[in-house]
């Protein structure tokens, strides 16, 4: 990266986001990849709280703010508009979170992606509507504690595999990514930045408010979840070749889930449940690198 690029930034700080907020970390690595000529259109949830707030709005873009479910139709929208003004090299990025993306959006994400539409659509990822106050959504896993999954009553229907909804759209590019690995992060924002037509990117974004655990250990959960299977780190191109980024030394699942609070409520064989789904969907994950296919 060019000196430059690493002192440039688009999002400030002194914005209303907690204190140890993975997101904004995400968002500004992201913003910092792309650089100033981006367009990014927000929808409702943490960012759109902090980012809405004219006149001292946070971040130095040019920025539309639309509705919870709309980004990816809005994402669409500007970038037609850009289009017509003949300007080809701006690039777009839709941002929503979990809520935003697996449930009240997928209906215009799925649409866009569909028709190939030509920007960048990120998910952050904080595994529940943590803005309106912690409510489960699709991305929430199994067994978390949220206020509406009650330690009586925890989640329990697994998590929505949003990358191979999207992957099974044949879109150019798919991408996980996490803050615990910038330089992986950065380069798959600048290869999506460089490739023409729909760009999926996930994020990991752990949230210390509705994880329960130290503001200051968000980087280490976010490492541990890729060490430990949960987020592995791969990219996926053309809906059908996967590369695994990051070799992760597969250690103990309980070694992620015991510093998050949400997990504190689990029982006796919970620990064993979860760490047989990570093993099963390790091995799928690895069927489809070893012979290209979804
Ligand atoms: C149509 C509609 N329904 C509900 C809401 C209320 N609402 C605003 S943000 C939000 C949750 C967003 O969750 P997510 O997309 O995961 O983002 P996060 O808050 O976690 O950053 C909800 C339910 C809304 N703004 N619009
Ligand atoms: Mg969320």
Request: with cysteine.
């Amino acid at each position: 990266m060019k000196a430059k690029e690493l002192t440039d930034q688009y999002l400030h700080s002194g914005h209303g986001c907690c204190p140890g907020c993975a997101m904004t970390i995400v968002l500004r690595t992201a913003f910092q990849a792309l650089g100033s000529q981006t367009v990014a259109v927000i929808t409702a949830g943490c960012f759109g709280t902090i980012s809405g707030t004219f006149p001292v709005s946070p971040i130095k873009l040019a920025s539309y703010n639309t509705t919870f479910p709309s980004a990816g139709a809005a994402g669409s929208g500007v970038r037609a508009a850009l289009d017509i003004k003949g300007d080809f090299k701006t690039t777009v990025l839709a941002i929503a979170g979990d809520g935003g993306t697996f449930d009240i959006g997928i209906q215009a994400l799925s649409a866009a992606a569909e028709r190939n539409d030509d920007y960048i659509f990120i998910c952050y990822d904080n595994e529940a509507y943590m803005n309106t106050g912690i409510q489960r959504s699709s991305a929430t896993p199994w067994g978390a504690w949220t206020t509406t999954t009650p330690p009586a009553n925890l989640k329990s229907q697994p998590k929505k595999d949003i990358v191979q909804i999207m992957v099974a759209h044949r879109i150019p590019y798919v991408a996980t990514v996490s803050i615990a690995y910038p330089e992986d992060f950065i380069r798959k924002i600048k290869k999506a930045k460089e490739t023409r037509g729909f760009k999926f990117i996930y994020a990991f974004s752990p949230c210390p408010v509705g994880w329960r655990f130290p503001s200051e250990q968000t980087i280490r959960l976010a490492r541990l979840a890729v060490q430990a299977k949960v987020f592995p780190l791969y990219e996926v191109e053309n809906g059908e070749r996967y590369t695994l980024n990051v070799e992760p030394e597969g250690i103990p699942i309980n070694e992620y889930l015991k510093p998050q609070g949400r997990f504190a409520y689990l029982k006796e064989g919970d620990w064993e449940r979860i760490q047989e789904n990570i093993d099963r969907e390790w091995k799928r994950l690895m069927n489809r690198i070893e012979n290209q296919m979804i």
